[in-house]
């Protein structure tokens, strides 16, 4: 037994050490042993087995995991013996566990899937996804969040790495309790892509939620990792936004890095060799340039452009001009997708660029505001008290203390 904790201890140290190295760590959620083997390579830090996952490659929704097409802890365990566990050697792989198979007995399901090697487990498909009547007549059965719970704890005691998903405060204190060892809330199905959620949470609404879930985890047990999934998350400046100026420490993936690559590569090379033309990825600018973005395309684009260009002298006015679009609907438009306005995410990403510079470099205030894009620098401290609380000087010299 002291063998099997000090094995999740070791885990536990490794994903900490990946922290302090590189500020953040990466979960890839795999449906295929391709995927986690160049997952691994290009620097995941674990990898999950989920179901989901082998749906999404048969070109079908991840919602089929939650469906009697299959049985998912079957599946897993086929795939997952098969492809990952014989490709990975350096990284965890977590088993996504149905904890609510009423087919299986947990603890000796557990003891099973710590035999055949897996470092750990994950709850999904997990009965948080589910909600209305269809919720409330499942848990009239025992079919409850709780069996979840109750699959944490004892992998837990047995010495297996826990990753649980919560969508609620309540939700994240159990596992805590439960001992899970990385706590990821779960901001829904994953947006973007011929086969993502269409009604989905803004990023700053999801933003909000993962904060204040993990506001409360910070008062249980400060040292919890706490890691995001899914939703309106599906780049990487989309996560650089969740992580500005919050606690969040990583980031798990499954369809941004499985199935709307896939879909995307497969579509563009396939017109590729059919129009015999140069193969092109990032042909954003041409879509929109012929009149085929869709809205996703304009707010990816307004991020990017944002990226690009947070530098210098930018407006609403100026992109709308780009996009050949009217301010007025271009505003109302990246609102509603991204929860806030065009110059608010301006604005914080300006200054969270800002605190990046601060943190790494010795340099003059002035030329900090400069370099992102405040040429006063009265202004830039105005805003920069405004929206932080303190102002640049203080900030500073809170930095020195620590």
Same mark, same amino acid.
């Given at each position: 037994?002291?063998?099997?904790?000090?094995?999740?201890?070791?885990?536990?140290?490794?994903?900490?050490?990946?922290?302090?190295?590189?500020?953040?760590?990466?979960?890839?959620?795999?449906?295929?042993?391709?995927?986690?083997?160049?997952?691994?390579?290009?620097?995941?830090?674990?990898?999950?087995?989920?179901?989901?996952?082998?749906?999404?490659? #048969?070109?079908?929704?991840?919602?089929?995991?939650?469906?009697?097409?299959?049985? *998912?802890?079957?599946?897993?365990?086929?795939?997952?013996? !098969?492809?990952?566990?014989?490709?990975? !050697?350096?990284?965890?792989?977590?088993?996504?566990?149905?904890?609510?198979?009423?087919?299986?007995?947990?603890?000796?399901?557990?003891?099973?899937?710590? =035999?055949?090697?897996?470092?750990?487990?994950?709850?999904?498909?997990?009965?948080?996804?589910?909600?209305?009547?269809?919720?409330?007549?499942?848990?009239?059965?025992?079919?409850?969040?709780?069996?979840?719970?109750?699959?944490?704890?004892?992998?837990?005691?047995?010495?297996?790495?826990?990753?649980?998903?919560?969508?609620?405060?309540?939700?994240?204190? *159990? #596992?805590? =309790?439960?001992?899970?060892?990385?706590?990821? +809330?779960?901001?829904?199905?994953?947006?973007?892509?011929?086969?993502?959620? !269409?009604?989905?949470?803004?990023?700053?609404?999801?933003?909000?939620?993962?904060?204040?879930?993990?506001?409360?985890?910070?008062?249980?047990?400060?040292?919890?990792?706490?890691?995001? &999934?899914?939703?309106?998350?599906?780049?990487?400046?989309?996560?650089?936004?969740?992580?500005?100026?919050?606690?969040?420490?990583? &980031?798990?993936?499954?369809?941004?890095?499985?199935?709307?690559?896939?879909?995307?590569?497969?579509?563009?090379?396939?017109?590729?060799?059919?129009?015999?033309?140069?193969?092109?990825?990032?042909?954003?600018?041409?879509?929109?340039?012929?009149?085929?973005?869709?809205?996703?395309?304009?707010?990816?684009?307004?991020? !990017?452009?944002?990226?690009?260009?947070?530098?210098?002298?930018?407006?609403?006015?100026?992109?709308?001009?780009?996009?050949?679009?009217?301010? *007025?609907?271009? *505003?109302?438009?990246? =609102?509603?997708? +991204?929860?806030?306005?065009?110059?608010?995410?301006?604005?914080?990403?300006?200054?969270?660029?800002?605190?990046?510079?601060?943190?790494?470099?010795?340099?003059?205030?002035?030329?900090?505001?400069?370099?992102?894009?405040?040429?006063?620098?009265?202004?830039?401290?105005?805003?920069?008290?405004?929206?932080?609380?303190?102002?640049?000087?203080?900030?500073?010299?809170?930095?020195?203390?620590?």
């Amino acid at each position: 037994m002291e063998e099997e904790l000090n094995k999740k201890y070791e885990i536990n140290n490794y994903i900490k050490k990946q922290i302090n190295k590189n500020s953040y760590i990466l979960g890839v959620a795999a449906g295929s042993g391709m995927t986690a083997k160049y997952a691994e390579q290009g620097g995941a830090d674990f990898i999950l087995a989920l179901n989901s996952g082998r749906f999404r490659l #048969m070109g079908v929704s991840s919602l089929a995991g939650f469906l009697p097409y299959a049985n *998912s802890n079957e599946v897993v365990m086929d795939f997952a013996c !098969k492809e990952i566990l014989p490709m990975i !050697k350096k990284i965890p792989v977590c088993f996504g566990l149905c904890a609510t198979d009423p087919t299986i007995e947990l603890d000796s399901y557990i003891d099973l899937i710590k =035999k055949k090697g897996f470092a750990g487990i994950n709850n999904y498909p997990s009965i948080g996804l589910v909600d209305g009547l269809f919720r409330e007549a499942l848990e009239e059965h025992g079919i409850s969040y709780e069996k979840e719970v109750e699959a944490i704890r004892i992998a837990s005691e047995k010495g297996l790495f826990t990753v649980a998903f919560v969508f609620n405060e309540e939700q994240a204190i *159990s #596992m805590i =309790k439960a001992g899970a060892d990385i706590i990821c +809330v779960h901001l829904g199905l994953t947006n973007g892509g011929s086969l993502g959620a !269409k009604k989905i949470l803004s990023l700053q609404a999801a933003k909000k939620m993962a904060v204040n879930i993990f506001k409360r985890c910070n008062e249980l047990n400060p040292n919890i990792i706490k890691m995001i &999934y899914g939703g309106p998350v599906n780049k990487p400046i989309d996560v650089q936004y969740m992580y500005d100026d919050t606690t969040i420490m990583g &980031y798990i993936g499954g369809s941004v890095f499985e199935r709307i690559p896939n879909e995307q590569a497969l579509i563009h090379i396939t017109k590729s060799f059919k129009e015999t033309n140069d193969f092109q990825f990032d042909d954003l600018i041409g879509k929109i340039t012929d009149g085929l973005g869709s809205q996703t395309d304009y707010i990816n684009f307004i991020k !990017k452009y944002i990226s690009l260009h947070y530098m210098d002298e930018i407006s609403l006015n100026e992109v709308a001009e780009i996009l050949n679009l009217s301010r *007025s609907y271009l *505003s109302t438009l990246f =609102k509603n997708e +991204v929860g806030i306005s065009f110059t608010e995410y301006l604005i914080n990403f300006r200054l969270n660029r800002a605190i990046e510079i601060l943190k790494l470099e010795k340099l003059p205030l002035n030329n900090i505001a400069e370099m992102v894009g405040y040429p006063d620098y009265t202004q830039f401290s105005k805003i920069f008290k405004k929206y932080k609380g303190v102002s640049p000087k203080n900030y500073l010299t809170s930095l020195s203390r620590c």
